[in-house]
C-alpha cells in the first residue's frame, strides 16, 4: 500500500502495480490528491509520453511500489507488466556500454514466472519481447521492477 503521507514530486512517472485481489494492472503515477493516486494504466504503449493521457482515479490501498506473487498469479499469460528507458552506461542498464538508450519490457510468462528483455529504445516493446536480451543481474531486475523476495524467485533467468 502506498501512504500519501510519503509521496513526493519526484514519484510522478513512477511506476506502480494495481492490485484489489482479483486485477493487476501496471501504471504511471501522473498525480495525487487528498483521497487518491491518478495513474496512467494505458497510453497505447507511449510511456515516455504518459501525461498526455487520462488518468484513473486509484484508491491507495489498491497500489503498491512492488510487484508481489499474488500480482504475478492473476495476470494473463505473456502480458507485459512495466516497460521503460535505461541508460547504456554503468548507472543505468549497463548491457553493452554503447551509452545508447535502451527500452526495457518486463514480461509475465507462462506459469507465475517473469523476465525482463531490453534492447536499443527504438525498438518497440513488442520486437523486444520477442527478440531483446534478457536481463539477468538481479540488482538490474529490482531496479527496473521492484519486486518482493517471493516474485524475484519467479524471475527466470
Given at each position: 500500500?502506498?501512504?500519501?503521507?510519503?509521496?513526493?514530486?519526484?514519484?510522478?512517472?513512477?511506476?506502480?502495480?494495481?492490485?484489489?485481489?482479483?486485477k493487476?494492472?501496471?501504471?504511471?503515477?501522473?498525480?495525487?490528491?487528498?483521497?487518491?493516486?491518478?495513474?496512467?494504466?494505458?497510453?497505447?504503449?507511449?510511456?515516455?509520453?504518459?501525461?498526455?493521457?487520462?488518468?484513473?482515479?486509484?484508491?491507495?490501498?489498491?497500489?503498491?511500489?512492488?510487484?508481489?506473487?499474488?500480482?504475478?498469479?492473476?495476470?494473463?499469460?505473456h502480458?507485459?507488466?512495466?516497460?521503460?528507458?535505461?541508460?547504456?552506461?554503468?548507472?543505468?542498464?549497463?548491457?553493452?556500454?554503447?551509452?545508447?538508450?535502451?527500452?526495457?519490457?518486463?514480461?509475465?510468462?507462462?506459469?507465475?514466472?517473469w523476465?525482463?528483455?531490453?534492447?536499443?529504445?527504438?525498438?518497440?516493446?513488442?520486437?523486444?519481447?520477442?527478440?531483446g536480451?534478457?536481463?539477468?543481474?538481479?540488482?538490474?531486475?529490482?531496479?527496473?521492477?521492484?519486486?518482493?523476495?517471493?516474485?524475484?524467485?519467479?524471475?527466470?533467468?
Amino acid at each position: 500500500m502506498i501512504k500519501l503521507d510519503e509521496l513526493k514530486k519526484s514519484d510522478i512517472g513512477r511506476w506502480v502495480f494495481y492490485y484489489d485481489g482479483f486485477k493487476f494492472e501496471s501504471g504511471r503515477i501522473k498525480s495525487w490528491n487528498d483521497q487518491f493516486v491518478f495513474v496512467v494504466y494505458k497510453c497505447d504503449g507511449q510511456w515516455d509520453r504518459f501525461q498526455e493521457y487520462t488518468a484513473c482515479a486509484t484508491a491507495l490501498e489498491d497500489l503498491g511500489f512492488s510487484l508481489t506473487l499474488d500480482m504475478l498469479k492473476t495476470m494473463d499469460p505473456h502480458a507485459i507488466i512495466a516497460t521503460g528507458t535505461a541508460n547504456d552506461d554503468p548507472q543505468g542498464l549497463f548491457m553493452a556500454n554503447s551509452n545508447q538508450q535502451l527500452r526495457w519490457v518486463a514480461v509475465r510468462g507462462g506459469y507465475h514466472d517473469w523476465s525482463i528483455y531490453c534492447h536499443f529504445a527504438y525498438h518497440d516493446a513488442e520486437w523486444i519481447m520477442r527478440q531483446g536480451d534478457k536481463v539477468c543481474m538481479t540488482e538490474h531486475i529490482k531496479k527496473l521492477v521492484p519486486c518482493d523476495d517471493e516474485a524475484l524467485a519467479m524471475y527466470r533467468y
